[in-house]
Nanobody, 116 residues
Framework: QVQLVDSGGGLVQPGGSLRLSCAASGSIFSINHMGWYRQAPGKERELVATTSSGGIVTYADSVRGRFTISRDNAKTMWYLQMNSLKPEDTAVYYC??????????WGKGTLVTVSS
């Protein structure tokens, strides 16, 4: 089992920045992929960014060039640096981990609101 705690959301003006954090505990040795998803009101949850144990990074087209995912080597912490935020980035952001058994784990979510 893996436990995830996501944090760092808040209210920011358009063009601003936020950094989200995810703290993992439990069977972290089994984690193969770490990432972030988001769900806006009335929409389905969507992938934002992922990084694998092997260093492969994936971004949604809508955030590429503005968001950066990073992690520590121990797989206990990963981050999402969000720059040049837009109102359409407003959503609940969820930390995600996928282990070697293809089990998904989720944080409880942190709300990001981009508004003037």
């Amino acid at each position: 089992q893996v436990q995830l705690v996501d944090s760092g959301g808040g209210l920011v003006q358009p063009g601003g920045s936020l950094r989200l954090s995810c703290a993992a505990s439990g069977s972290i040795f089994s984690i193969n992929h770490m990432g972030w998803y988001r769900q806006a009101p009335g929409k389905e949850r969507e992938l934002v960014a992922t990084t694998s144990s092997g260093g492969i990074v994936t971004y949604a087209d809508s955030v590429r060039g503005r968001f950066t995912i990073s992690r520590d080597n121990a797989k206990t912490m990963w981050y999402l640096q969000m720059n040049s935020l837009k109102p359409e980035d407003t959503a609940v952001y969820y930390c995600n981990a996928l282990d070697r058994y293809m089990t998904n784990y989720w944080g409880k979510g942190t709300l990001v609101t981009v508004s003037s």
